[in-house]
């Protein structure tokens, strides 16, 4: 069974569960000292503080790349600390125009829209690598829209820097459909496996 809803999340107060990942559970917010700014997505890492290690290590480089992520197609991140339970929390930008995942639902994109979020998308990942940053998990649940239809890549949560690495050699981390056929092999990525 789940837990109830919590009430708030630091400034935050919660309206209701956006969904459940690997890591965390998303939260729609509102700041309680700014109830008329837009709602906001709250990223809480999951069983509160008696998780930790790899998971904790994992929630932690992702709020780090996150705040190093300054580009207009990338969730961009508005606050962080530690829940009144003691797990860590960020907040980012709500995406109300839902993921790619559920527009391709709704059967294929026509081309010129095609083109757009493919370029948005190749924008977003492009400020990445150029910080050293495999994201490692893109996918149409990952590909996320604003209020404006703008592209907006999320979840960094298996992200990986070039220069460190929170994972351990051969591990498989991802979506299976959606790997490159070096990350199925546990083989050492870089750059080219976002762009598979």
Same mark, same amino acid.
């Given at each position: 069974?789940?837990?109830? %809803?919590?009430a708030?999340i630091?400034?935050?107060?919660v309206? /209701?569960? %956006?969904?459940?990942?690997? =890591?965390?559970?998303?939260?729609?917010?509102?700041?309680?000292?700014?109830?008329?700014?837009?709602?906001?997505?709250?990223k809480?890492?999951?069983d509160g503080?008696?998780?930790?290690?790899?998971?904790?290590?994992?929630?932690l480089?992702?709020?780090r790349?996150?705040a190093?992520?300054?580009?207009?197609? *990338?969730?961009?991140?508005?606050?962080?600390?530690?829940?009144p339970?003691?797990?860590?929390?960020?907040? =980012?930008?709500?995406?109300?125009?839902?993921s790619?995942?559920?527009?391709?639902e709704?059967?294929?994109?026509p081309?010129?829209?095609? =083109?757009?979020v493919?370029?948005e998308?190749?924008?977003?990942?492009?400020?990445?690598?150029? %910080?050293? *940053?495999?994201h490692?998990?893109?996918?149409?649940?990952?590909v %996320?829209?604003?209020r404006?239809?703008?592209v907006?890549?999320?979840d960094?949560? *298996?992200?990986?820097?070039?220069?460190?690495?929170t994972?351990?050699?051969?591990?498989?981390?991802?979506?299976?459909?959606?790997?490159?056929?070096e990350?199925?092999?546990?083989?050492?990525?870089?750059? /080219?496996?976002?762009?598979?």
């Open positions: 069974s789940r837990a109830p %809803l919590p708030a630091g400034a935050w107060r309206l /209701r569960e %956006l969904g459940r990942g690997g =890591m965390g559970v998303v939260y729609l917010a509102v700041r309680d000292d700014a109830p008329d700014e837009p709602p906001t997505a709250v809480v890492l999951r503080a008696t998780v930790g290690g790899t998971l904790l290590r994992r929630f480089a992702e709020r790349i996150l190093s992520l300054a580009h207009p197609n *990338i969730a961009r991140l508005l606050d962080s600390g530690i829940a339970d003691g797990a860590p929390y960020f907040a =980012m930008a709500y995406c109300a125009g839902g790619l995942a559920e527009r391709l709704r059967g294929p994109l081309v010129p829209e095609t =083109m757009r493919a370029g998308l190749a924008a977003a990942l492009g400020a990445a690598h150029a %910080l050293g *940053i495999v490692r998990d893109v996918k149409p649940a990952n %996320l829209f604003d404006d239809g703008r907006q890549l999320s960094f949560g *298996i992200a990986k820097l070039l220069d460190h690495d994972t351990q050699s051969g591990q498989l981390l991802g979506t299976p459909a959606y790997l490159a056929p990350q199925l092999r546990g083989h050492p990525v870089d750059h /080219r496996a976002d762009l598979w």
